[in-house]
């Protein structure tokens, strides 16, 4: 049972570049995220999704684009890589909302 | 705006000894409270949950307590072990996917 694997692992871009991240889980949840992580500040949704086809804007959109065409697979791209989007990026899933959450080891991403 | 305040940043405690960290909220409304543990490198893992009606939660060493009056929790680490270096995480959930993150405590264990 992997649970939630994130690919790549590490990934570094040149400004503009694009590039696609892909959070696979096998655990059948309907519920996944996108979070990104900078240093000093808590995690912060990007996008989600509720289930199969469905995706939702977070709390810091702006940037990313995603796609859930299967319900194990959440991805998420970047169309026109910006330095300010240098970070770690975490992909999560649940069952329930009020559930916990079971997170991906995260892709870190740096854009010279 | 819904905002979830960690203290302290960091702490360095030798093995063996006890440590608590402390988690203060203004999130409303309050679903439960959630405590991760995320080591270096990795994602985070979930550690306890508590909803408004439970004050306290054990998982092995680590003892969670949550005063939804005053909007404080705290996550209390028993007999530290060098394996508990990292970084906790506490996070408020009102109910649906909008959770609150807050900063993390970077605890340091050493010999």
């Not at chain 1, 995690?43 to 194990?72: F, W």
């Amino acid at each position: 049972n992997a649970g939630v694997t994130q690919t790549p692992k590490f990934r570094v871009l040149k400004t503009g570049q694009s590039m696609t991240l892909l959070c696979a889980q096998d655990m059948n949840h309907e519920y996944m995220y996108w979070y990104r992580q900078d240093p000093g500040m808590g995690l912060r949704l990007i996008h989600y999704s509720v289930g199969e086809g469905t995706t939702a804007k977070g709390e810091v959109p702006d940037g990313y684009n995603v796609s859930r065409l299967k319900k194990q697979n959440f991805l998420l791209g970047l169309e026109s890589a910006a330095p300010s989007q240098t970070s770690v990026y975490f992909c999560a899933s649940t069952f329930r909302t009020e559930n916990g959450y079971t997170f991906g080891s995260g892709t870190r991403l740096t854009v010279v | 705006k819904n905002q979830v305040e960690q203290s302290p940043q960091s702490l360095i405690i030798l093995e063996g000894k006890n440590c608590t960290l402390q988690c203060n909220y203004t999130v409303s409304p309050f679903s439960n409270l959630r405590w991760y543990k995320q080591d270096t490198g990795r994602g985070p893992v979930s550690l306890t949950i508590m909803t408004f009606s439970e004050n306290t939660k054990s998982n092995g060493r680590y003892t969670a307590t949550l005063d939804a009056d005053t909007k404080q929790s705290s996550l209390h680490i028993t007999a530290s072990q060098l394996s508990d270096s990292a970084s906790y995480i506490c996070v408020v959930s009102p109910g649906d996917y909008k959770l609150s993150f807050g900063a993390g405590t970077t605890v340091t264990v050493r010999a």
